[in-house]
T-cell receptor
């Protein structure tokens, strides 16, 4: 049963702490993406990776970091440098240069 | 500068009628367009897509129309059903694939009234 999993669904952190959001896919997709959604906003691209051990910044990469050590996994770290970290975070994947992206269920991060 | 615009934040339609969701884009490099449907606290799910070589694509109750000269696309849902109530995102990509991700609009919240 292929798909994308994100865990946990809800995450709470204190301001000043780094936090890592998990994203795993078993679709054998090469490309993976992280988006952020805020109320009244579309999805904004944070980072993307076309292949293992390679990734590029998206439109709003400041305050975030990623790694792509395995094809199946693309964790996102929200650092203390991110000024407004509270948001709904979505991970997606696609085949190499694929146009259709498949999304995970999302993680809602609340930082207080 | 928004490259993909969905100018209606919300739309209310009576059950059984047609829902028309609109999307405009500014980047002439966009060649492939997708619609996603999203329920609260869930990830978006792919609905329907269209490439610039077509002006219409139909899948069941969903039809997407593309007017390339006007840089405008629309999603028609006929007939509208209660389960269609969700936020709909228009997304666009340049030809050659989504190498740097899709560009999304801000979404339109569709509300189907009984």
């Amino acid at each position: 049963d292929g798909g994308i999993t994100q865990s946990p669904k809800y995450l709470f952190r204190k301001e000043g702490q780094n936090v890592t959001l998990s994203c795993e896919q078993n679709l054998n997709h090469d490309a993976m993406y992280w988006y952020r959604q805020d109320p009244g906003q579309g999805l904004r691209l944070i980072y993307y990776s076309q292949i293992v051990n390679d990734f590029q910044k998206g439109d709003i990469a400041e305050g975030y970091s990623v790694s792509r050590e395995k094809k199946e996994s693309f964790p996102l770290t929200v650092t203390s440098a991110q000024k407004n970290p509270t948001a709904f975070y979505l991970c997606a994947s696609s085949i190499q240069d694929g146009l259709e992206q498949y999304f995970g269920p999302g993680t809602r991060l609340t930082v207080t | 500068d928004q490259q993909v615009k969905q100018n209606s934040p919300s739309l209310s339609v009576q059950e059984g009628r047609i829902s028309i969701l609109n999307c405009d884009y500014t980047n002439s490099m966009f060649d492939y367009f997708l619609w996603y449907k999203k329920y609260p606290a869930e990830g978006p799910t792919f609905l329907i897509s269209i490439s610039s070589i077509k002006d219409k694509n139909e899948d069941g109750r969903f039809t997407v129309f593309l007017n390339k000269s006007a840089k405008h696309l629309s999603l028609h849902i006929v007939p509208s059903q209660p389960g269609d109530s969700a936020v709909y995102f228009c997304a666009a990509s340049p030809s050659g694939g989504g190498a740097d991700g899709l560009t999304f609009g801000k979404g339109t919240h569709l509300i189907i009234q009984p």
